[in-house]
């Protein structure tokens, strides 16, 4: 489908009812997760005997690959592999293979990209970079023992997380990038020795605001550490500076350190929204797919899929539903919108 380049980012593709371009794809690959993290899917309501999606009802290799294609079509130029946990999925590597494969319109790579606890990082760095990954993400949210245990509910040590991380360098998943969020009153302690490692370990460190994600963490907002208390946390520290955006749509506020000790980032959903620039569609594990993190509800992709739809028809459905898209909750976000039924982010991927 020939798409006119756009006023969002002057590239070809589709946008929404704000001017806002679909750039960035995230795939859900599995709602499961070995980890229990306080913030997206804690033990106590999702316990050990939690009911995970049966098997039929995930979305198959070789579906998640025609979406892929489909949505690289019509202006994708990211996809990000999330879970759950995805490195729990099994073949993972075959996956990544086929979407490695997959081009752009004009002949350029996809940048493919992956969220993970990094638990299973040692085993799966090697054969995830050479199926064609090129880059990852891994969730730390303290080095502390206790603290980390704290936030991932099942006491899952922080060196484990660490070497995994060593093997995704060795395997030259780079730049690593670590997401941290940060809780009042269980881990903000842990900001600075975070961003110590991180300038030591050459990763690029995004503190992330905790979120009111889903309708199961009992999120408040007197445990939100402010964006500006965390930036303003690490410049006592190390003289920080802004830094540009690498693009636009880019989610991490990037700051640098003025003695050239690297970059962090800031994501900051609560307290300075940045729904303005959102190119991001989700597809869960299921073939759900949603237009907002905070969504309610999502568009059955997958009985599309399995309907015997042609491309075209595919297509059509997506841009369908992004050009009718207005999402923007984080600037809505009250009292009121945090109790909302919103889908839990492990059953969207985050
Ligand atoms: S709240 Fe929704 S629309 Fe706003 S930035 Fe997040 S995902 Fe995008």
Same mark, same amino acid.
């Given at each position: 489908?020939?798409?006119?380049?756009?006023?969002?980012?002057?590239?070809?593709?589709?946008?929404?009812?704000?001017?806002?371009?679909?750039?960035?794809?995230?795939?859900?690959?599995?709602?499961?997760?070995?980890?229990?993290?306080?913030?997206?899917?804690?033990?106590?309501?999702?316990?050990?005997?939690?009911?995970?999606?049966?098997?039929?009802?995930?979305?198959?290799?070789?579906?998640?690959?025609?979406?892929?294609?489909?949505?690289?079509?019509?202006?994708?130029?990211?996809?990000?592999?999330?879970?759950?946990?995805?490195?729990?999925?099994?073949?993972?590597?075959?996956?990544?293979?086929?979407?490695?494969?997959?081009?752009?319109?004009?002949?350029?790579?996809?940048?493919?990209?992956?969220?993970?606890?990094?638990?299973?990082?040692?085993?799966?760095?090697?054969?995830?970079?050479?199926?064609?990954?090129?880059? /990852?993400?891994? !969730?730390?949210?303290?080095?502390? &023992? $206790? +603290?980390?245990? @704290?936030?991932?509910? %099942? =006491?899952?040590?922080? #060196?484990?997380?660490?070497?995994?991380?060593?093997?995704?360098?060795?395997?030259?998943?780079?730049?690593?990038?670590?997401?941290?969020?940060?809780?009042?009153?269980?881990?903000?302690?842990?900001?600075?020795?975070?961003?110590?490692?991180?300038?030591?370990?050459?990763?690029?460190?995004?503190?992330?605001?905790?979120?009111? /994600?889903?309708? !199961?963490?009992?999120?408040?907002? &007197? $445990? +939100?550490?402010? @964006?500006?208390?965390? %930036? =303003?946390?690490?410049? #006592?520290?190390?003289?920080?500076?802004?830094?540009?955006?690498?693009?636009?749509?880019?989610?991490?506020?990037?700051?640098?350190?003025?003695?050239?000790?690297?970059?962090?980032?800031?994501?900051?959903?609560?307290?300075?929204?940045?729904?303005?620039?959102?190119?991001?569609?989700?597809?869960?594990?299921?073939?759900?797919?949603?237009?907002?993190?905070?969504?309610?509800?999502?568009?059955?992709?997958?009985?599309?899929?399995?309907?015997?739809?042609?491309?075209?028809?595919?297509?059509?459905?997506?841009?369908?539903?992004?050009?009718?898209?207005?999402?923007?909750?984080?600037?809505?976000?009250?009292?009121?919108?945090?109790?909302?039924?919103?889908?839990?982010?492990?059953?969207?991927?985050?």
């Amino acid at each position: 489908m020939e798409m006119a380049q756009n006023g969002f980012d002057g590239r070809p593709g589709l946008t929404d009812t704000l001017g806002r371009a679909l750039r960035d794809l995230r795939i859900s690959v599995t709602d499961r997760c070995n980890f229990r993290c306080t913030y997206c899917m804690p033990k106590e309501i999702f316990g050990r005997d939690y009911e995970f999606l049966p098997r039929d009802q995930v979305l198959t290799f070789e579906e998640i690959c025609r979406l892929a294609r489909l949505f690289v079509g019509l202006g994708v130029e990211k996809l990000r592999i999330t879970g759950g946990e995805p490195l729990v999925r099994r073949g993972l590597a075959d996956l990544i293979a086929m979407l490695a494969a997959i081009r752009r319109p004009d002949g350029g790579e996809v940048d493919l990209t992956l969220t993970t606890n990094g638990s299973a990082l040692r085993a799966l760095a090697r054969p995830l970079a050479e199926a064609g990954l090129r880059r /990852v993400t891994v !969730s730390l949210d303290s080095l502390d &023992d $206790e +603290v980390f245990g @704290a936030m991932n509910g %099942i =006491e899952f040590p922080v #060196a484990k997380v660490l070497d995994g991380i060593a093997a995704a360098t060795e395997a030259g998943l780079a730049p690593i990038k670590a997401n941290m969020v940060v809780r009042r009153g269980i881990n903000e302690s842990s900001v600075v020795p975070m961003a110590a490692w991180a300038r030591e370990a050459n990763v690029v460190l995004r503190f992330i605001e905790y979120m009111d /994600v889903g309708h !199961s963490n009992g999120w408040r907002l &007197d $445990e +939100v550490v402010p @964006a500006d208390e965390l %930036i =303003e946390t690490i410049g #006592a520290v190390w003289p920080v500076e802004p830094a540009d955006p690498n693009y636009r749509g880019e989610v991490a506020d990037r700051w640098r350190y003025r003695d050239g000790g690297g970059e962090f980032g800031v994501i900051s959903s609560v307290t300075q929204p940045f729904c303005r620039d959102c190119t991001r569609a989700r597809i869960s594990a299921e073939g759900k797919l949603y237009t907002c993190l905070f969504a309610v509800d999502g568009h059955d992709a997958r009985a599309v899929l399995r309907s015997g739809a042609s491309d075209e028809e595919l297509a059509a459905f997506v841009q369908g539903i992004w050009t009718r898209r207005g999402d923007r909750y984080s600037e809505l976000r009250s009292a009121a919108t945090s109790t909302l039924p919103k889908v839990e982010m492990f059953a969207m991927g985050g």
